[in-house]
């Protein structure tokens, strides 16, 4: 409804007419060669309903030609050419350094590409998915104590026990069209997997091995069998690691095991002790017997050595006595006699042509005791050569 609509008198009554209030104003003829004045705006408020008429009317004549009824082709021609240019421009795709993208023609996959600016076909003819292929993923085996799912890390050993376990693992995408089109839910895949594989290896192994020491191997052949379990899936998943998180008996038997680990670890002190005495005292036997051996080469040799040097002093003997066996015999006679009277506390006088008294010093015959054997005097520099006397009988 316009706003001059006189018919609707509305709310307020009928608005008076114009011949009872105002004076109707007359527009003045223009002055020839002058300027024209403005048309007053009409009373009332504006007319909306000419106002779109008006619009309307351009935006028809835009796409009218000159009578009014024929399109105009360079229009439609342009909008056409837009809209096939934007739907080219949708097989344009960029492909991050951490992600790799999968080409599904009509929703069959086609292809694989790696990083960088792709282009294909526009939709709905092929399709990009972009998956990350180095981000690590990480999945929760177990839980905690107190879990929704308390069953899933309650599993029996090798031993027949209950060992409340749970785990983390660390995977990877390694072949992207394989995780997309050949499980369903991969994520649920890996839980479901690694629960299976770690229930078998913790079924072969012994809950003493789990608890202390073992963590290790059974983390290991848990990823391993992770491993050919997905490959056989075709899944494109690659298993970084496996990592236990808590591995305890069921709490009723807790205090139990606590004592038992306890006596492990006194044990194992023990065993340390004695394996250090037992190093401590072998090494020192090898020591003594090494230097029993040393002290035993040692005398063999001196031995053999004075063996030697007492056989070359008797044939340099036998051959001087060769020369002059008077001189010899009274030579060895005077050494013998030197060696036996040498710790004697007797005399010997040879007074032969003597008549002088032979006065000897009191202690003469008292007990002595052995004493030190003096210092050698140091022995005088050889004289030069030229300084020695020449030997008559050298000639």
Do not use: C
């Not at 052949?221 to 997905?230: E, G, N, R, V």
């Amino acid at each position: 409804m316009p706003w001059n609509d006189n018919a609707n008198p509305g709310p307020w009554g009928t608005p008076p007419s114009g011949d009872d209030g105002k004076k109707k104003t007359e527009t003045p003829p223009p002055r020839p060669g002058g300027p024209r004045r403005p048309t007053p705006p009409p009373t009332g408020g504006p007319d909306f309903e000419a106002l779109i008429k008006q619009a309307t009317d351009r935006i028809g004549g835009f796409f009218r030609g000159a009578g009014g009824q024929i399109p105009r082709a360079p229009v439609f021609w342009g909008i056409g050419a837009l809209a096939v240019l934007a739907w080219i421009l949708t097989g344009l795709y960029i492909v991050q350094a951490n992600q790799a993208a999968v080409i599904t023609r009509f929703g069959g996959y086609d292809r694989s590409v790696g990083p960088g600016l792709h282009f294909h076909l526009p939709v709905p003819i092929e399709k990009a998915e972009l998956v990350s292929v180095t981000n690590q993923n990480k999945t929760v085996i177990g839980g905690t104590a107190g879990a929704a799912a308390p069953d899933q890390s309650l599993m029996l050993t090798g031993d027949e026990n209950i060992v409340d376990l749970s785990f983390t693992v660390q995977w990877h995408v390694s072949d992207a069209a394989q995780y997309l089109f050949k499980v369903r839910e991969p994520d649920d895949t890996v839980a479901a997997v690694a629960e299976s594989a770690m229930r078998e290896v913790v079924g072969r192994s012994a809950l003493k091995s789990i608890l202390t020491n073992g963590r290790g191997d059974v983390q290991s052949q848990t990823a391993i069998l992770m491993q050919k379990i997905l490959d056989r899936y075709q899944a494109g998943i690659n298993i970084d690691a496996v990592q236990i998180q808590n591995a305890n008996p069921p709490q009723e038997v807790v205090p139990a095991y606590q004592d038992i680990a306890r006596a492990g670890q006194d044990a194992q002190s023990a065993i340390n002790d004695a394996n250090t005495y037992r190093n401590r005292v072998v090494n020192e036997a090898k020591g003594e017997a090494a230097k029993i051996t040393q002290a035993a080469e040692g005398y063999k040799v001196q031995v053999v050595r004075e063996a030697q040097g007492q056989a070359a002093r008797f044939d340099q003997l036998y051959a001087q006595y060769r020369k002059a066996p008077a001189v010899t015999r009274q030579r060895l006679y005077l050494e013998t006699m030197e060696l036996v009277l040498s710790n004697n506390r007797k005399v010997v006088i040879d007074a032969k042509g003597s008549t002088a008294p032979i006065i000897l010093p009191p202690d003469v015959f008292r007990a002595t005791q052995p004493a030190a054997a003096p210092a050698a005097a140091p022995q005088p520099p050889p004289a030069p050569a030229a300084a020695q006397q020449p030997d008559p009988n050298s000639r």
